[in-house]
């Protein structure tokens, strides 16, 4: 996907190069465009680097190219962050004095502001009105974070995290869902409307993060090296949890059944996709679920070319490189925001002459830290047939970091899915 990060003029155009490298590394393409009052601030060999591409607020630079119609079209985004007082009154006023505001004016695809000022500046009836008419127009402003600003003083006007702001403009983009702003008072965080909770269930009130399916990491533009889940299990972990009253978000790589309605909808295909999307919508989740089976390598490189089969040359050789553990990370952010959050992670495993399936996934729960392991042994059955890949039903044994006894659950993937669900209501209102 293009984006197009607009940095306006404020103390927080450095938390946008957080912002930046969200966008990347989910792979998207982002042409950066800072006012000048922002390169006081952050300096345009900054975003070049991080962004890979060149960087200019100047509409006489490479005329020929006539830069803000095609930046403008070719965008399938724009986020505007931090989007200062002045930015907002440009764009409800249609000023296009230079690339930025051009380039908005061009702008065809949804358009994300994400302010940043002293709370005065954001209550002032201009910036009331400027606000109201850009949303009056379509266009989705978040409502700044409350908290410390610049100087001594708090309040609303925080830039919202980078996090925040990335899962909101995803969540644009998607499709699945609208910013919604509250149109009192500002609060205290972006969120998405379709992850405001329902009213009722076990879960109600909860926002629950799922993923699921299995990751595709690619040799070349055609191939890719990947796994045998289905996602059947996700999905249905995802039904159940929405049928409990919570608000679900469900990022998934390549599954074999379709996502459920209701959930907000997020598709990935690679490990350091998956990561990226999981860390940020983990940042404002109450549960999260890992039930996508990561690559745990991926080709060192990508080859632009279909890599070809030459009958005198000798066999490929493709190196690999270790994926990021996600699970691990999500744990540690977790510690490291101390965020009160319920993790859980799912392993597929076999025993052999060393240990049994049992003691791997102990040992697994304990390296990986999270609350809950929801553990399959995989392999062929009695008849010989794979137990769980792809089939309706299965069979697992949760185990608890805190030593609680294990849970069995059998059955179809939902009666599965709804043991799971149960015990994380239990342990949700236990605390
Ligand atoms: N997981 C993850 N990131 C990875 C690999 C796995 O987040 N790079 C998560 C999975 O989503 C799952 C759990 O970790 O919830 C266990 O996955 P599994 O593949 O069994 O774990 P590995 O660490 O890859 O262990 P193994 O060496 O047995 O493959």
């Known amino acids: 996907m293009n984006i197009v990060l607009g940095v306006g003029g404020g103390i927080a155009a450095y938390k946008s190069a957080l912002l930046l490298r969200l966008f990347t590394e989910a792979g998207h393409a982002v042409t950066v ?22 960087v200019t607020n100047n ?35 249609g000023h296009a004095n230079d690339l930025l505001t051009t380039t908005l004016l061009m702008a065809r695809g949804p358009v994300l502001f994400a302010p940043a000022m002293h709370t005065e500046m954001w209550q002032h009836a201009s910036t009331v009105a400027n606000v109201a008419l850009l949303r009056s127009r379509g266009v989705h402003v978040l409502d700044p974070a409350v908290g410390r600003l610049t100087g001594p003083d708090t309040g609303p006007g925080r830039l919202p995290e980078p996090e925040a702001i ?106 350091l996709e998956l990561r990226a999307a999981t860390l ?39 190196a690999l490189v270790r994926n990021p553990d996600i699970l691990v990370e999500v744990v540690a952010h977790r510690a490291a925001r101390n965020q009160v959050q319920l993790i859980v992670g799912f392993a597929a495993e076999t025993g052999d002459d060393r240990a049994d399936a049992r003691s791997y996934a102990r040992e697994k729960l304990v390296r990986k830290g999270c609350d809950l392991l929801v553990v399959n042994e995989v392999g062929p059955g009695e008849s010989g047939s794979e137990r769980v890949f792809g ?4 069979q697992v044994e949760i185990l608890a970091l805190d030593g609680a006894g294990p849970v069995q659950a ?7 899915a709804d043991a799971v669900v149960l015990l994380l209501a239990q342990r949700l209102a236990a605390r």
């Open 410 to 416: 059998a059955g179809s993937k939902r009666e599965v």
């Open 391 to 394: 089939q309706d039903n299965n």
């Open 166 to 271: 990335f899962a909101a403009a995803m969540a644009l983009v998607d499709g699945s869902c609208a910013v919604t702003h509250d149109a009192g008072s500002p609060a205290p965080a972006a969120t998405p409307a379709s992850a405001v909770p329902a009213a009722s269930g076990p879960l109600a009130g909860k926002r629950v993060l799922i993923t699921a399916g299995g990751t595709r990491e690619p040799l070349d533009p055609v191939r890719y090296l990947g796994n045998k889940s289905s996602g059947k299990q996700g999905v249905a972990l995802a039904e159940a949890a929405l049928a409990a009253g919570a608000a679900v978000t469900l990022i998934h790589a390549p599954m074999e059944v379709p996502a459920p309605a209701g959930a907000t909808i997020q598709r990935i295909e690679t490990a």
């Open 59 to 93: 509409v006489f630079d490479s005329v020929d190219q006539v830069n803000h119609v095609r930046i403008g079209h070719e965008a399938d985004l724009i986020v505007v962050a931090p989007a200062t007082a002045d930015l907002l009154a440009k764009a409800a006023g």
């Open 280 to 318: 940020a919508a983990a940042a404002t989740a109450d549960v999260v679920i890992m039930a996508a089976a990561v690559a745990d390598f991926r080709p060192s490189t990508i080859s632009t070319g279909k890599i070809k089969k030459r009958d005198d040359t000798a066999d490929p050789v493709i």
């Open 33 to 54: 465009i800072p006012t000048d009052a922002s390169t006081k601030f952050v300096g345009v060999a900054t975003w070049e680097a991080l962004s890979g591409r060149p």
